[in-house]
Structures are given as C-alpha cells and as structure tokens.
C-alpha cells in the first residue's frame, strides 16, 4: 500500500477515531460488508437481583448495538465455536 508502520497506524487510529467520535454523537455508523452500530431506546422494566431475588425497576436507556452485514454472517456462518 506504500504507507510505512507509523503511517499505517496513524490512518487506523485516524479510522477508528473517527468511529468513536461518531457514536459519541449518537449517531449510527455504517461499514458495508462488515455491519452496523446503532443506537437503541430500551424500555423500562422490571428485573430481578440474581443474588437476592428482589425485584428492581430498570429505567429506559439508550444502549449501543451492532448488526453484522448479510456479507459478513455469510462469510462467519461455516465457522465452528471454541
């Protein structure tokens, strides 16, 4: 590619910089063929304390997701679990 190791990582710094502060902006980024990260609305709801067995109230939140291309979960998908 002609980019020296410093180079290089200074363009993969750059890329995923670019990445975080998008998402610290809330919005969505997409890669074609690898997937996209998203934010969410969750809705309130009732939990329950695994330790003690007591019912809690979780607020709504914004969470982030990823969704993998079709690409990328055709190209996973013959892969076995270690």
Do not use: H, Y
């Not at 020296?4 to 710094?13: F, H, P, R």
């Not at 979780?58 to 996973?76: A, H």
């Amino acid at each position: 590619m002609g980019l020296t190791e410093s180079g290089g990582k200074k363009a993969v710094d750059a890329f995923f910089e670019s990445i975080v502060r998008a998402l610290e902006g809330q919005k969505s980024v997409f890669i074609s063929g690898f997937g996209t990260w998203e934010w969410k609305q969750t809705k309130a709801r009732k939990a329950r304390n695994p330790k003690t067995g007591q019912s809690v109230q979780l607020e709504s939140r914004k969470v982030l997701v990823f969704k993998p291309s079709q690409g990328l979960k055709d190209r996973l998908k013959g892969l076995k679990k270690s």
